[in-house]
């Protein structure tokens, strides 16, 4: 199976461009949908953060409170490293899980954090970056999610600089404008990515991708 790794910034515009592959047949998996599936309600995930960090770590329905998670994560390195610790193998599983089950010539890894963590990183043979100028990133964000500008600029600040991310891809998908002007880009390289599979019809999972 030929995988491609899809990442980008916060508020870049991946889940757009995701949309669009998928609607010309690739198949997709996106990090963050497997982080919460194996952390509902019943699930390993669940049980594992609960028994790390008790009730205060549970909304009133039982469920994770991820606010609660997500802010001690970002301000405590060491709080962070355990809930990743505790989840990261599960989500890996569930996404080779995912994987496994693919169909079509090529699929889509979607991970904000592709570069930043490296863990699933292997798994994928080529990258393609969604990029915007970084106000509009800030934008974005606060009109989907109710953050503060400042809040959103410190989320970023966790992550590659957009230098860094831009250095570090194969592919690059400039989401800045209308997003119409994402189709042309995702159909040029959805042609790509089925030539490339083509050619390594025999390529293993995970993928082979030099570090």
């Not at 995701?18 to 497997?34: Q, Y």
């Not at 490293?81 to 889509?108: F, K």
């Not at 106000?135 to 860094?164: C, D, F, K, N, Y």
Request: net charge neutral; hydrophobic share 50%; with cysteine.
């Amino acid at each position: 199976m030929y995988v491609v790794g899809l990442t980008g910034g916060i508020g870049s515009g991946k889940t757009e461009a995701a949309k669009r592959f998928a609607a010309l047949g690739a198949d997709v998996v996106d990090a963050d949908v497997a982080a919460h599936a194996v952390s509902a309600r019943g699930e390993a995930g669940h049980a594992a953060v609960v028994g790390a960090f008790g009730s205060d770590c549970l909304a009133a329905d039982g469920e994770l409170d991820r606010a609660w998670l997500r802010n001690r994560a970002f301000a405590d390195a060491a709080f962070r490293a355990r809930l990743e610790t505790l989840l990261h193998p599960l989500i890996a599983a569930r996404i080779d899980a995912t994987i496994a089950r693919w169909r079509g010539p090529y699929g889509l890894l979607v991970v904000p954090l592709l570069f930043e963590k490296g863990g699933l990183a292997a798994r994928v043979a080529r990258v393609a970056v969604v990029d915007c100028p970084e106000p509009m990133q800030v934008e974005r964000v606060v009109a989907r999610s109710g953050l503060t500008p400042e809040a959103v600029r410190a989320i970023m600040a966790t992550q590659l600089s957009r230098e860094a991310r831009l250095a570090r891809a194969d592919d690059v998908i400039d989401n800045s404008e209308a997003p119409a002007a994402l189709d042309p880009q995702v159909a040029r390289l959805d042609r790509d990515y089925r030539a490339r599979a083509a050619a390594t019809p025999h390529a293993a999972f995970p993928g082979i991708r030099a570090q």
